[in-house]
């Protein structure tokens, strides 16, 4: 989900190139921005498994 935000085709595509593809992806952002929420998420995962919620024993 997160490669679609924010992107948005050029108006004037160059000759060759998909007229779909984002002018500027920002991927690094994209990367960063997964990697914090898996993290966030992880972490609260991890909690709730530690803190004896649910029992997989």
Known sequence: M???FG???PEKPAKG???SAPANPSIFKKVI??????GFFFIILKL??????????
């Not at 921005?33 to 898996?38: D, E, K, L, N, P």
């Open 48 to 57: 709730v498994i530690e803190s004896g919620v649910f029992s997989f024993r």
């Open 7 to 9: 992107s948005a085709p």
């Open 33 to 38: 921005a997964a990697t914090v929420i898996s």
């Open 17 to 19: 190139h998909a007229s």
């Open 2 to 4: 997160a490669l679609p």
